[in-house]
């Protein structure tokens, strides 16, 4: 099919629609398409609206406008019955503008269209990470048993964890007597995500120890009651009066030996005789009296309930990996897979494929090509990378999921609500602000190149946004902290002055940069993740790592990059952000302050600086930033390679702080 010049010059060219099997006619600068080309000279400069009678409409490659993004529902169906909807239109039509930016940065581009999102991100930098690509493979062959997420498997995976979360909070009440701490749900799925591997991406299995310590000592710190921080004296005499109270319900409930009652007893009484003596106490004193009290007769307390505990953080863990083996089972047979574990790989290139921005070759191709022994370059994103055989090092790519999709995904219903998208699939909506959907476009066009028409994407967003509340909760506010990320002058700063490239834990809907490690393999592949951070094996480059403010996971950080620096004689460095806990300090900081590769570490105070919230992607553009109540340490893990590229100099330093100081 051939297209005359001055069309061309005009923004028109010759597509395929593979649904009709010919060829159309597309506008790539107002959108406009139409099937002949006698239809052009009538159709420019109006917009097209129906296609001729005897034919459907030809494909469109732009987003719809406002007025037209609702999408098409069929006669009968009810959008809120909890079935699956069917719509005419398969996706919200694709905006020029994220098709633009993505090809901008596919091809290396430095074009202005991206200038108006680098204030957000910069998805433009290429990682300058380089991996240990056998280590890294054999280490990935325990996601061989993920599949690629499905939203009826999402929904399901969605209410089972609201019913652990349910269960949790009733086993708190009934077997200890206190509400379940605050987000201790959301801290123990990330601890059991370190210690486990487990057939469900999310629910953690059974493995050693069955008791949580992160869920044992949440709970054990609110017993025998949770007090809030006094803000005059009169509330601070208040705690006095529950812990007492909740302390004497305690040994009337349990019993316990005498041993156990008495310095309860004791130290309760001669509390109550403290508060009769005066009533002139300040709030200073209060609550040294009570921190007295609590270390008198607190062991003996929970010392009468620690049994209790140990049987709720038993309990949690069986469900957790009862209901994580029948998702698991559901998912396969929704694949029409047997119900048995899969097979060992042949290959580790089978599921795990280098495709870090788009990639020419087909999936039998890269398996074919890494499995001759004569091989010593592939065909990557960013042109021709080498791999070197020696070394068995390469650059950074993209966890994704190699399995084939038995059945298509389902449709999603996508509308444009004012600034807001909403993605509603079988009565669980999202809301997303659109400059932050339009994020995830770019990055799904970069690094999901086969699904060029975008026919998954609003699926794959959908089970994205979905696994992330199933994991955070959906309370108001509840996650936020957890899914912080560091403020954007400061990462303008690390790339700038440090030359990070790669964030190692972030999510697709937080990260700066277009790679990045992320809790989950299988939702977050398409849109850029390495997978966890602890099967990411980097031999060299620079990287910036804020953990979720979680013990087990920021001691397991620590270890995994001290074992990464002893191995590694080339330039690597992280710059590790933490919070400044030192009553009692967390382990994480310990083994930090006393390592050897530690070249610096940096106090930002608290109420001094500012992070990102983990709900940026919902909350309005005033309520993104949040004061930090604690101060920030800042670590600079480095080899000495990595100490000579990137050292903490005084000047870097200094502008690192003016970064994350707002004047």
Sequence with gaps: VHLDAA?????????????QDRHYYFNKTNGKSVWHLHELEELEGAPFRNAPVDQEAPPSKRRKTE??????VEEGDDPFSGETIQFVQKRRLSSVSCHEMAAAVINKADAGVLQSHRLLWDIGTTSNAVINVDRTFEEQRHHRHLLPPHPDIEVLRFKTTATLRRKY???????????????????????????SISGDPLLPALCEPRISPSMHREIAADVPVKLR???TPMEAKKNILQYVEAANKVVEKRGGSAAQRKPIKWSTEEALQWLRRSQMYT???????????????????KELVSQSVDEVCIKMVELADEEGKTLCQEHRKLFQLPSHSPSELKSPTERFLPMSRSFS???????????????????????????????????????????????????????KEGERVRLSYNNVSHTVNQTYFDKLEMLYRIHCPEDEDLMDFDARVWCLLTRYQTMFGVKLHEGSGLQGSLPLSVFQVLKEQFSVSMECFASPLNCYFRQYCSAFADTDGYFGSRGPLLQFFPVSGSFEANPPFSEELMEAMVNHFEALLEASDKPLSFIVFIPDWRDPPTP???RMENSKFKQRQHKIPAYEHEYRSGHQHVVAENEVLYKAVHGTLVFFLQ??????????TEERIAALTKAFIRQ
């Design 283 to 301: 709030k200073e004193e209060f609550e040294s009296h009570l921190d007295h009290l609590k270390a008198q007769c607190g062991p003996h307390v």
């Design 169 to 195: 909070a009733e086993l708190c009440k009934s077997k200890i007597g206190i509400d379940e701490p605050k987000e201790s749900f959301n801290r123990w799925m990330l601890e059991r995500k370190v210690l």
């Design 639 to 648: 080899n000495d390679a990595g100490f000579g590229l990137w050292g903490p």
């Design 7 to 19: 069309w061309e010059q005009r923004g028109w060219e010759v597509c395929y629609s593979k649904s």
């Design 67 to 72: 007025e037209d993004s609702t999408p098409v």
């Design 229 to 231: 921080r006094p803000r």
């Design 588 to 590: 994480a900081l310990v």
């Design 361 to 415: 070759l087909s999936n039998s191709e890269v398996t074919s090509q890494t499995e001759e022994e004569d091989v010593d370059t592939e065909e990557g994103v960013d042109g021709r990378w080498t791999y070197d055989k020696a070394e068995h090092t390469g650059p950074c790519y993209q966890i994704k999921l190699n399995r084939p999709i038995p059945c298509s995904l389902p449709l999603v219903a996508v509308e």
